[in-house]
């Protein structure tokens, strides 16, 4: 097949080259944003007098004709064709005559690849933005049910005070809320029109960047073409923000599979996001947060997979830089897909409340709660501590807990004890005192809730 640009070769590539330099595979997907940028960018050679209207309009009317085509089905993307860009241009030349070969007037495939990138990778957040938003809308809901429900907290995974599972989940809407402010400024910085940089150094022709970037979405042009076209930051940034993103889905998968197994049995998980074993009839499998869990990886290395292409690239277009769209592709692909598994899968959980509260109490997580009672009643804080330490010994020694041992015993290791400790020590109470904000008393968390559905609004 001819190459649309021969010109000082004949274009003859070898097979194998062909196959190892085609990108049309994977950017064909950019079809949609090829064909609306090529539609702006006729209207606007047409403003500028380059082009005539008449010429403009059957390009504007060709180019909507690929489009309805291929989404219809009637066109099939060519997969010998070396990119979306040859693709689309053939097709219009095919039907236009010459008229089709107008449109490349001042631009280049490199500031026409970047404008594509840009137009798709801005649409990706937003899809991302709303499964955010989605997912965060289960965890409220679900925070809003069990913001009573008493829990270990942990700090070494080791049991360290009591929380409510409502608190708890929370931490992640607030770790969530942090994705969505980051995706934002990832796509403001995205939100800036390439066209009209051409190979690297602009034009001759007399061409109106800001009509092009206006009629796009845009808020304004790149301000030196070299950067225009050798720019993929915005590809590393949002796959950075994805990877804080996956980061955190990870460390809620690792709780969610912790909290699901027998030796926690904190929750219950649906049949609908779990497997069994082919082997072992008892088993219920979190594959889903595993899955989430090891895709975090994947997409990491999607984010070095890409810094790495970049980091040696001189100014200003190299054939490297066509790995960016994997990688970014990639990324975003396996995020949209780990979000949406993640929302069924903690819309339809269930917490066992009775287990999470035992384990409450049998790791003494209110002996803090029991210090603080003799500080309060006059004694220093370490003495107070090591008598507590000494309680949690002997309870455990006995196979016991706080609650349960009798006023005289607590007397013998102090006269301060008196009959209000069993308040002071009671785990409602021990979270409910907790009052400052951020904390775990139920009116803290429905606080939480508060911010993070106006938020959302």
Known sequence: MAKMWAGVTDGATAKIADDFNSSIHFDSRMYRQDITGSMAHAA????????SQADADQLIAGLEGILNDIESGKLPIDMECEDIHMFVEQVLTQRLGDVGKKLHTARSRNDQVALDVRMYLRQEIDDITDLIKKLLAAIV?????????IMPGYTHLQRAQPITFGHHLMAYAMMLLRDLDRLADCRKRMNISPIGCCALAGTTYDTDRNFEAEKLGFDGICLNSLDGVSDRDFCVELLSAISVLMMHLSRFSEEIILWSSWEFKFVELSDAYTTGSSIMPQKKNPDMAELVRGKTGRVYGDLMALLTALKGLPLAYNKDMQEDKEAVFDACDTVK???????????TLTANTANMKLAAQKGFINATDLADYLVKKGLPFRSAYKISGQLVALCIQNGTVLEELPLETYQGFSELFDNDLY???????CVEKRISQGGTSVASVEAQIKYVRENLQ
């Open 337 to 347: 897909m780990c979000l949406q598994v993640f929302c069924g899968m903690v819309e």
């Open 141 to 149: 809901s679900k925070a809003e049910q069990y913001k009573a429900a």
């Open 423 to 429: 308040e002071a020590i009671d785990l409602y109470k």
């Open 44 to 51: 606007m050679l047409a403003s500028k007098g380059i082009i």
